[in-house]
């Protein structure tokens, strides 16, 4: 038996998972923000799981990124070298707002008072200019104690090519004040650019404590209960790792949660046939959109979460303000704007008579009749009209609107931005949303599926099943993974084969330790080898997937080939004559768990009538007008079962809009597949 | 059809500006030097078919409204009806393009259902173009020394690439490979426009479009105008200094302003500046138009993207042959009148707005360059960085600390392991400085320092213009400690200045200070825990705690010693 938990800011998902047949049971439970651990055993007792009959557990969890958001993390002391002092406080001095002459930049993780400088000094080389200087870094180690800092940052210029001087003040922390939990910068980035470097190192640290103190209670209560399987925690760079790296090395764990959505969807993507998918997680506040291609969820090796950058390899998962609280207010220019301020769960939306005075997603999706204020949540919450209406009244007077019209343009607004935020990781990469199905899930996310999916020229929609807990059931589906790079700079048409060789066997002996610890034989071992690349004088590289570790001069033009094509296809144009160098060398190394099958659903009868619950006025904004949609159960639908739009389709999390034209499928797995309508087709 | 509907426009106004960023993306992605893909010395913009503003992407700020004149310069020199699907036109004539002649503006018109519908336009620092000296000009007597001058040359007509424009620039530079490759990027991303904008035109159809631009354009003016009605009515005037021309280093440059604010306009007069100057100080006039909207966007609309209707209620005024007016031949390749140019506006509305605007921030983005050549190859380089300063302090709270002038808000340090890695440089040092920011209520943010010695004979150029006069406080705030270059210190020779090319031998070192923001308010009124907060964490000195905000700090215990605090604060 198999259980995941999705920790998030209000749920806590939990998905057990029998291997033997094939079924799944999933419930939520309410977050417990004060102690997190309790609401995972309170999932468990909801659910009625038996511990001991666990075989994995595998877990995602925000911990790590809401300490950073509300700035609760450890009291964290940077060392750098002598004379650089201010790389992590300065950053790199920039700022998004183009015109605020009053901008502030975000709290930095680290006071200035906590920045120490080292006597050490290498260059770009990784030469030695200035000695480590031990004595004097033992003393910055007894002033960061006094301070009473809980966790260390340490990032040494050029310690990217050269790690000693790193390692030799691990050393003296080592001896000096062991209780510190220190992190290194080389060990979670080999590349340059002292800031980012730092950033990720301060980020490791600031989290690690509380990742640690969390993971080893949850571990303890779990090991007391009888839990003798596997404990995995899913990583931000996609696939999973181990608790004991999780505890050394906690900045992986930055997107564990929204990444087990997009592990999910290229699961799904694989038994469904298919391999090209952009995932959507609407959520109460945000919106997560992340794109698998043939697949293999895309990788970014450096990322920015709260305006601090990271640069660890990382899905790139691309987050909007946008969800089912998100407020609607008019600007000063009369427009309607929605968003980015959320009404959150409390007090929420209007309709939740929780006290809320703003008109939200959720309200607007009530008066257009996207929703059933009888249905909402299987009924579990009461909503009230009247409230959103009387809300939704005073808006609509103050842009000259109906409220009808106000709610609809709320509706249109949100579905623009969603848009938007999916042409970013797909348009904006090079990648022809046609050529791509949308699958979404989270709270909301079905009922933006089709017209978003219209609006990009997407052919199809997917709702997969149990929408509200995808997260969850994407988390069973995982592999344990651990990345290795190392630079190694040399011109891809005069390629030595035999350093570069020797590189990827370095790095693999690195992988196969490392799953031979986490459990795995040889057998469930796979390597995946890939090349950083660029035209010589670049900065920026596109990483392509080598043919194998072993590479002789034969496969360069196949190499050259792929990577002129990538250049073409992410940015417009490629220079077939100019040189190209390799500057990275890149090793995935893979633990390859046995894949459990989802149970596939009964096939239906046909007579969809069975399934229909009633139908419902739903307003929409380009006839001006209400149109009746057929409502349906979707616990009633079986495989094979279709229905022509418009319609609704209703389940307790979630509810998928099909409008006119649309034609919804119901897939082997109970998968809701919506073919989309355009004026073309 | 009816009159759009506001829903509409704004599905349509997401888009431009999703395709402006992906613009910039590419830009940034496919570029081959520093100051694009590290530094973000480009502006880039995204506008319809009369030239006028839609949508741009975070970059050099001061680049941006700038570009609008030349796209409108260039534009009506080549003929709309000479524009072809295909096209791509080069500018670097500066009176139009507004920027010296290696800051290229590249343009592509776009065509969407057969008719010309709008332009993309990207202006990027380019390398080397035929200038006299690497690197950069400081001492320019005409246009002819500053670089190759191009009035939108069609390097592609009709999407075919014309190669012998290629080599023409490829001759004319000292460094051909990279100039070539940062062009292609710049092509490229232009390209990237052009598509995207084709493709939404052609989803709403031209006449949806045209509506939509139009109600962009009047929605950006409502928005300016409604900050402007909360604008007192009046007359306010100020001037300021910029060190010199770069030819006579004795004579400091001014820059008046008369800002007026009226019910429905915000006119802003720089007669009574600097004549014309000898060196290279003189702004083209789409410059002067330039910042001067930046500051006006900053004090109205600084919140939302920026439109051609956002400034509609300015009007500047600039006689045509001053400084702040330049003509041909004039040489203008410093440009730096222009950083200033914003603060001397922002200095004369402190007469009336003081409560709105901000305190003087470093007033300079104090760039450095280094050119020699490769110890190891032999091939040329340049690298350069841009230096933070402090903010002003303004009557809702401190100025940032180490943050890029107003002028250049995407723009970002050049990091000492990269500039280490490609130029022959040790950085030593890389800091704040403590005690820069003016003391105030609200403290001025500090400038900040980075040191340079040189590992192989070079070049070193400083492009820094505001040392001889401090930035100045508000509201009985103080003023800030103004930047300086300090070149060969403590050493017989060392020199404390601001603009200088000089060569420099091996383990020669080079200081750059960069300003700190003035202060806004009285020292004496500022709480002591935050003054202690200051001085624990170092922008504050202990000493100038006592001196100038009349708080003692027992450094023991990081406490406020309240008794002497008194004493100073009420003796």
Redesign the interface.
């Known amino acids: 038996m198999r259980v995941s938990v999705d920790v998030g800011g209000t749920f806590t998902d939990v998905i057990v998972l029998d291997e033997s047949s094939g079924q799944i049971q999933l419930d939520k439970v309410a977050t417990t923000p004060a102690n997190p651990a309790q609401g995972v055993l309170d999932g468990f007792q909801k659910v009625g799981a038996q511990t001991e009959a666990f075989t994995y557990f595998v877990h995602g969890t925000t911990l790590g990124i809401n300490a950073m958001l509300t700035r609760t993390g450890a009291k964290v002391a940077f060392v750098t070298t002598k004379g650089f002092r201010d790389i992590y406080i300065l950053g790199r001095t920039d700022r998004e707002p183009m015109y605020d002459f009053k901008y502030k930049k975000p709290t930095t993780l680290v006071p200035r008072y906590l920045c120490f400088e080292v006597e050490e000094r290498l260059n770009y080389k990784g030469h030695v200019l200035s000695p480590f200087n031990r004595e004097q870094a033992a003393e910055v180690a007894r002033a960061i104690q006094a301070e009473g800092v809980e966790s260390v940052a340490v990032c040494f210029l050029h310690s990217y090519v050269n790690p000693d001087h790193e390692l030799a003040m691990a050393e003296v922390f080592a001896e000096v004040a062991p209780e510190l939990s220190v992190t290194l910068s080389h060990q979670l980035s080999r590349v340059y650019r002292e800031y980012e470097r730092s950033s990720t190192t301060v980020i490791d640290a600031y989290i690690k404590p509380i990742t640690r103190t969390y993971l080893t209670r949850l571990n303890d209560e779990l090991v007391a209960g009888g839990f003798g399987g596997n404990f995995l925690m899913t990583r931000s760079g996609g696939g999973a790792m181990t608790l004991e790296t999780a505890k050394e090395e906690p900045a992986h764990l930055v997107l564990s949660g929204p990444a087990g959505g997009v592990i999910g969807g290229a699961y799904l993507g694989a038994l469904i046939n298919e391999p090209n998918l952009i995932t959507v997680d609407m959520g109460g506040t945000s919106l997560d959109v992340s794109l698998i291609a043939d697949g293999s969820p895309t990788i970014e090796n450096e990322q920015v979460f709260q305006l601090l950058p990271i640069s660890i390899p990382t899905i790139d998962i691309h987050t909007i303000g946008a969800g089912g609280g998100s407020i609607a207010w008019v600007d000063e220019g009369g427009h309607l704007q929605v968003g980015p301020k959320s009404a959150g769960a409390d007090p929420g939306p209007v309709c939740y008579s929780k006290g809320g005075q703003d008109i939200t997603f959720t309200d607007a999706a009530l008066l257009v009749g996207y929703l059933d204020a009888e249905n909402f949540l299987g009924g579990e919450i009461d909503i009230s009209t009247a409230l959103a209406e009387e809300a939704g009244q005073k808006l609509a007077e103050r842009l000259g609107m109906s409220v009808l019209e106000m709610a609809a343009g709320v509706i249109s607004i949100s579905e623009a931005k969603m848009a938007g935020a999916v042409r970013v990781i797909s348009v904006e990469r090079g990648y022809h949303p046609k050529d791509f199905a949308l699958c979404t899930f989270g709270g909301g996310g079905a009922f933006v599926a089709a017209n978003i999916s219209r609006e990009l020229g997407i052919p199809r929609a997917i709702i997969p099943p149990g929408p509200g807990n995808f997260s969850a059931l994407g988390m069973l589906m995982v592999d344990v993974v651990h990345d290795y790079a190392r630079t190694h700079i040399t011109d891809l048409a005069e390629l030595d084969p035999v350093p570069v060789n020797a590189v990827f066997g370095e790095l693999a002996d690195g992988g196969r330790s490392a799953l031979q610890s986490d459990g795995f034989d040889t057998g469930s071992q796979q390597f995946l080898p890939s090349a950083e690349m660029r035209y010589r004088g670049q900065e920026h590289t596109v990483n392509i997937p080598l043919p194998g570790m072993s590479l002789s001069t034969d496969d360069i033009p196949e190499i050259t080939r792929r990577f002129h094509e990538a250049h073409e296809q992410q940015y417009g144009h490629s220079m077939l004559g100019d040189p190209i160098e390799i500057v990275t060398l890149r090793l995935r190394a893979v633990g390859v768990l046995p894949r459990p099958d989802l149970a596939k659903v009964a096939a239906g009868t046909g007579n969809i009538d069975a399934a229909r619950k009633g139908s419902r006025q739903v307003y929409l904004r380009e006839l001006g007008q209400h149109q009746e949609y057929q409502v349906y159960d979707r616990m009633k639908l079986g495989a094979g079962d279709r229905i022509e739009g418009p319609a609704i389709i209703e389940e307790p999390s979630s509810t998928t809009m099909v409008h006119r034209g649309d034609v919804l499928t119901v897939g082997e797995y109970g998968e809701l597949s919506i073919d989309i309508f355009t004026e073309e087709s | 059809m009816a009159k759009l509907d506001?829903?509409t426009?704004?599905?349509i106004h997401?888009?431009l500006l999703?395709a402006a960023?992906?613009m910039e993306?590419?830009l940034?992605?496919?570029?081959?030097s520093?100051v694009i893909?590290?530094i973000?010395d480009f502006g880039l913009g995204i506008y319809d078919d009369q030239c006028r503003l839609l949508a741009?992407a975070?970059g050099l700020?001061v680049f941006t409204r700038g570009n609008d004149y030349g796209l409108q310069k260039t534009v009506e020199f080549i003929g709309k009806e000479n524009m072809e699907p295909g096209d791509l036109l080069l500018t670097s004539y500066p009176y139009w393009s507004s920027a010296h002649p290696l800051d290229v503006l590249a343009i592509s018109p776009i065509f969407a259902l057969g008719e010309l519908v709008g332009y993309t336009a990207i202006k990027q620092h380019w390398l080397d173009l035929g200038q006299k000296d690497a690197g950069y000009i400081l001492d320019s007597v005409d246009v002819f020394q500053e670089g190759l001058l191009m009035p939108g040359v069609k390097i592609y007509k009709a999407g075919q690439l014309d190669q012998e424009i290629v080599n023409l620039l490829r001759f004319n530079s000292r460094m051909p490979?990279?100039i070539i490759?940062d062009m292609?990027a710049q092509?490229?991303a232009c390209?990237?426009g052009e598509?995207?904008i084709s493709e939404l035109v052609t989803r709403f159809g031209l006449e949806t479009f045209h509506e939509a631009i139009e109600a962009i354009f009047d929605?950006?003016e409502?928005?300016a105008r409604?900050?402007l009605a909360e604008l007192p009515n009046g007359t306010w005037e100020a001037e300021d200094w910029a060190d010199d021309d770069g030819i006579d280093h004795d004579t400091m440059l001014k820059l008046r302003v008369k800002v007026t604010i009226t019910d429905d306009e915000f006119i802003v007069d720089w007669s009574g500046s600097n004549p014309a100057t000898m060196g290279p100080m003189n702004l083209p006039i789409g410059l002067t138009e330039g910042v001067t909207g930046?500051a006006f966007?900053?004090i109205t609309?600084?919140?939302?993207p920026?439109n051609y209707g956002n400034y509609r209620p300015l009007k500047v005024i600039a006689p045509a042959g001053e400084m702040m007016h330049a003509i041909p031949p004039a040489p203008t390749f410093t440009v730096w009148a222009a950083l200033l140019a914003p603060e001397v506006i922002?200095k004369a509305l402190s007469r009336g707005l003081a409560d709105r605007?901000?305190a003087c921030?470093g007033g300079d983005v104090f760039d450095i360059m280094g050119v020699g050549l490769l110890p190891d190859s032999g091939l040329p380089w340049v690298e350069a960085t841009n230096e933070?300063v402090g903010?002003?302090a303004?009557a809702?709270?401190d100025?940032?600390d180490?943050?890029?002038h107003?002028t250049e808000?995407?723009?970002?340090?050049n990091?000492?392991?990269?500039l280490?890695?490609k130029a022959p440089w040790?950085?030593?040092?890389?800091?704040?400085r403590p005690d820069s920011g003016g003391p105030g209520l609200h403290r001025g943010g500090v400038g900040?320092m980075r040191s340079y010695r040189f590992l192989h004979p070079s070049g070193f150029l400083s492009l820094v213009k505001k040392t001889k006069s401090a930035p100045w406080g508000m509201n009985g705030g103080g003023d800030a400690a103004p930047g300086k270059v300090i070149v060969w210190p403590g050493t017989a020779k060392e020199e404390v200045t601001g603009a200088v090319n000089y060569p420099m031998a091996v383990e020669e070192v080079v200081e750059n200070y960069s300003g700190g923001g003035g202060g806004w308010g009285d020292p004496f009124q500022r709480d002591p825990q935050r003054v202690l907060a200051d001085v624990?964490?170092?922008?504050v000195s202990a000493q100038s705690a006592r001196e100038h905000y009349g708080v003692v700090i027992n450094a023991k215990d990081w406490t406020v010693n309240e008794t002497a605090t008194n004493d100073l604060r009420n003796g």
């Open positions: 506001s829903i426009v704004q599905v997401n888009y999703s960023r992906e993306r590419n940034m992605r496919t570029s081959y520093t893909y590290e973000r741009e975070p700020a490979d990279r490759g292609n092509i490229s390209r990237t598509r995207r929605h950006g409502r928005l409604a900050r930046l966007k900053g609309t600084p919140d939302t920026a922002l605007v901000p921030s933070a903010f002003g303004h809702g709270g100025g940032e180490g943050i890029m107003l808000p995407g723009c970002r340090n990091p000492v392991e990269v280490e890695t040790l950085i030593d040092t890389y800091r704040i900040v624990r964490d170092g922008y």
